[in-house]
């Protein structure tokens, strides 16, 4: 596979440039493929939530009719079986 590589320029502080070089030589790699492991590592760390969320979306059914308007609250029964329903004169 080919990969097209943009060379770019960035300002580290000084301990974290020991760290990277250090973490580096230890594993035989280059400072580059050190940083760009980490990117690709924060870039799967950030998308999995989001893919998480939207495998779910349409598997579900609700046994409310309300579900979609109210399901704040419903979770937050599940948390706190006594809460107040919103709009009752227990909830403030």
Do not use: N
């Not at 580096?24 to 493929?33: D, K, M, Q, T």
């Not at 590592?41 to 609700?62: C, I, N």
């Not at 109210?70 to 948390?79: E, G």
Request: charged share 25%; aromatic share 6%.
């Amino acid at each position: 596979m080919v990969y097209c590589m943009v060379r770019t320029q960035i300002s580290l502080e000084e301990e974290q440039y020991r760290f990277l070089k250090q973490h580096a030589h230890e594993r035989g790699e280059s400072l580059s493929a050190v940083i760009r492991r980490a990117v690709d590592e924060l870039r799967q760390r950030e998308a999995r939530p989001l893919q998480r969320a939207l495998a779910v979306l349409g598997t579900h059914t609700a046994d409310v009719p309300d579900a979609a308007e109210h399901h704040d609250h419903y979770l937050l029964l599940a948390a706190e079986p006594s809460a107040p329903w919103p709009g009752s004169e227990d909830a403030s």
